[in-house]
Nanobody, 118 residues
Framework: QVQLVESGGGLVQAGGSTRLSCVAS????????MGWYRQAPGKQRELVAR???????TYADSVKGRFTISRDNSKITAYLQMNALKPEDTAVYYC????????????WGQGTQVTVSS
């Protein structure tokens, strides 16, 4: 099993920045990728960014050029740097981890609220 603990987020003004962190523990050797999803009220959860162990990163079109995902050398911590925030970025952000060779996330964090005020 893998446990994910997020930190960061909160209230940010439009145009501002914030950074989310996610620390993995447990069977970290089984992790092939880490990333972030978000869910706004009344909307489906969507993938925001994902980073594989070899450093390949993918982003939702809506955040490209504004958000950056990174991981530390040990690959147990993932970060999401969020710049040029917009009110439509307001959501609960969830850290996710994928087991190797598995398409869907198998592990989830508890979620952290990011609210962008206009």
């Amino acid at each position: 099993q893998v446990q994910l603990v997020e930190s960061g987020g909160g209230l940010v003004q439009a145009g501002g920045s914030t950074r989310l962190s996610c620390v993995a523990s447990g069977s970290i050797f089984s992790i092939g990728a880490m990333g972030w999803y978000r869910q706004a009220p009344g909307k489906q959860r969507e993938l925001v960014a994902r980073s594989t162990n070899d450093g390949a990163a993918t982003y939702a079109d809506s955040v490209k050029g504004r958000f950056t995902i990174s991981r530390d050398n040990s690959k147990i911590t993932a970060y999401l740097q969020m710049n040029a925030l917009k009110p439509e970025d307001t959501a609960v952000y969830y850290c996710a981890a994928w087991r190797r060779m598995v398409l869907d996330p198998g592990y989830w964090g508890q979620g952290t609220q990011v609210t962008v005020s206009s």
